[in-house]
């Protein structure tokens, strides 16, 4: 399964033209601007070594599979292909919305991320333990939207390991446009 994963992750976020794709997302459905919410907030969170230095290597893969299910799902409704760089460009205008909101959402954004471990864990559930590339791209395909609830200990958990990943993410962008 992670090799289907990591297909599609791409490396370090490019912060250029971040308006071209924010006009993209107008077109999204629903399921896809979910897929590419939870591919940054997962982006975001593969930042963190805690709760197991394995941890960001695992959300660094999972934001590449909503990665892909944002790709697999828009090119079967626009008949277009993305490529890396449009993909990047789409998740860079999220990331940027979600920072530059923080802190003042705060709380959406840290039930957003425990709403994509509970789709990630329920996609997963309907999947073979081997599934085949083909069975693999037909579930991509026919994700569902996200659940609307989660529990109370899921959304603890996760208010626990958002703000950190947002602050170190915000020091990793600070760090890199000092640089530039």
């Not at 659940?147 to 703000?163: F, I, R, Y």
Request: proline residues 5%; contains cysteine; positive net charge.
């Amino acid at each position: 399964m992670r090799r289907y994963v990591f297909l599609l992750m791409t490396g370090l976020l490019s912060f250029a033209s971040v308006t071209a794709a924010g006009a993209d997302a107008k077109s999204d459905t629903s399921v896809e601007g979910a897929a590419m919410r939870c591919s940054a907030i997962s982006l975001m969170h593969s930042t963190l070594t805690t709760p197991s230095p394995q941890f960001g290597e695992v959300m660094g893969e999972i934001a590449g599979l909503y990665a892909q299910v944002y790709a697999v799902q828009r090119e079967a409704r626009t008949k277009q292909k993305l490529n890396n760089a449009e993909l990047r460009k789409r998740r860079d205008a999220v990331l940027t919305e979600i920072s530059k909101g923080w802190p003042k959402n705060k709380t959406a954004v840290v039930r957003d991320a425990a709403i994509c471990n509970v789709w990630r864990i329920d996609f997963f559930s309907k999947l073979s333990e081997k599934p085949s590339e083909k069975e693999f791209q037909a579930a991509l395909a026919s994700l569902g939207p996200p659940p609307a609830t989660v529990s109370k200990p899921e959304m603890d958990k996760w208010n626990g390991l958002t703000p950190q990943a947002v602050g170190v993410w915000a020091k990793i962008q600070l760090q890199a446009s000092q640089k530039k």
